[in-house]
T-cell receptor, first 111, second 113 residues
Framework: SQQGEEDPQALSIQEGENATMNCSYK?????LQWYRQNSGRGLVHLIL?????REKHSGRLRVTLDTSKKSSSLLITASRAADTASYFC???????????FGKGNQVVVIP | DGGITQSPKYLFRKEGQNVTLSCEQN?????MYWYRQDPGQGLRLIYY???????QKGDIAEGYSVSREKKESFPLTVTSAQKNPTAFYLC????????????FGPGTRLTVL
């Protein structure tokens, strides 16, 4: 099955700065999702972007999808200390009703 | 208060023992999933179930077993055949298919002594 891979894997920024992380995948997808995980907790869904969409916004989050390059990016604008977490992308495993998760990006926002 | 719960939060097991992790949801979701998370390896799918009384193996099913006798419950048994069971286990549920978000429980951290 395909698997999203985030890049970079660890990011440390100052509060107020923007954080960008990328995800690449190997095969065709119907949609791509981003999740956040605070340390020792379960994942929380952030946003879903469909394969026919190029960009989507949700609050301070901006997700782009480039199906020709098989990649997606997640931008967090004006970061806050509360944004400190790991961020995972997940792609649908076509035809199998399941998601494939990447290894995650750890983001640390320094107050 | 709707949601998905897992218990216990922490679990210790001696080598050679089977242990069952609980996962319950009251979201009326059809699909439920079990993932294993190890440091630096993201989430790996163990088993998933789209409907009651039916489930499929994920990528790392060996040494694990599940049942889905009720829509709201999807317990995972870690058997003694699982050679390296120490990990963080996450249960999730969704309306099914891959266009719907998955809702995750808080996780169970299993440690084998």
């Amino acid at each position: 099955s395909q698997q999203g891979e985030e890049d970079p894997q660890a990011l440390s920024i100052q509060e107020g700065e923007n954080a960008t992380m990328n995800c690449s995948y190997k095969t065709s997808i119907n949609n791509l999702q981003w999740y956040r995980q605070n340390s020792g907790r379960g994942l929380v869904h952030l946003i879903l972007i469909r394969s026919n969409e190029r960009e989507k916004h949700s609050g301070r989050l901006r997700v782009t999808l480039d199906t020709s390059k098989k990649s997606s990016s997640l931008l967090i604008t004006a970061s806050r200390a509360a944004d400190t977490a790991s961020y995972f992308c997940a792609t649908d495993d076509y035809g199998n009703n399941r998601l494939a998760f990447g290894k995650g990006n750890q983001v640390v926002v320094i107050p | 208060d709707g949601g998905i719960t897992q218990s216990p939060k922490y679990l210790f097991r001696k080598e050679g023992q089977n242990v069952t992790l609980s996962c319950e949801q009251n979201l009326n979701h059809d699909a439920m999933y079990w993932y294993r998370q190890d440091p630096g390896q993201g989430l790996r799918l163990i088993y998933y179930s789209q409907i009651v009384n039916d489930f499929q193996k994920g990528d790392i099913a060996e040494g694990y077993s599940v049942s889905r006798e009720k829509k709201e419950s999807f317990p995972l048994t870690v058997t003694s055949a699982q050679k390296n069971p120490t990990a963080f286990y996450l249960c999730a549920s969704s309306w099914g298919g891959t266009y719907n978000e998955q809702f995750f429980g808080p996780g169970t951290r299993l440690t084998v002594l």
